[in-house]
Structure formats: structure tokens, C-alpha cells
């Protein structure tokens, strides 16, 4: 089995304050959505919260525009 390096992100899970190098030929980047969940190298779930938080208010929003189009009066008073 080969690994395409092109594909493969590396994450490190660290201190703060530590260095680690990376892999030759494998992109390190400092967060990654694995299963809908979005692990930051800190272990911090801020950005995870605020991705959530903005997909909720987007169908929110959806969800206002087609009760007003079908009813033709706001969901929301």
C-alpha cells in the first residue's frame, strides 16, 4: 500500500509552545474535519463551535424564507 502524499494532511497535536517537524512531502496544517468534526492542533473546538453555530443560522434563515414565500407572512414575528 502507497500513501499519496499529495492527498495526506498532517496534523500534530501539541503544547502550544513546542515545536514539532513534519513529514517530508505531507502538508501540515492546523485544523482538520475528520467525520463532521473539526479537531484543532490545540484540541480547542472554537472553530468546530462557530461552523456549527453559522450552519444553524443559514437553514434558520432558509427555513424563514420558504414559511414566508409559502404563507406569505414571517415564521417569526
Known amino acids: 500500500m502507497t500513501i499519496n502524499r ?5 496534523i500534530v497535536f501539541r503544547r502550544p509552545y513546542r515545536f514539532v517537524s ?3 512531502g505531507v502538508e501540515l496544517v492546523g ?6 468534526v473539526i479537531l484543532h492542533k490545540h484540541l480547542s473546538f ?13 437553514r ?3 427555513t424563514c424564507c420558504v414559511c414566508y414565500v409559502i404563507k406569505g ?4 414575528n
Open 46 to 58: 472554537d472553530l468546530h463551535v462557530t461552523e456549527l453555530l453559522k450552519q444553524c443560522s443559514q
Open 73 to 76: 407572512s414571517p415564521l417569526i
Open 22 to 24: 513534519s513529514i517530508d
Open 31 to 36: 485544523h482538520v474535519k475528520i467525520l463532521g
Open 60 to 62: 434558520v434563515f432558509f
Open 6 to 10: 499529495s492527498k495526506t494532511k498532517e
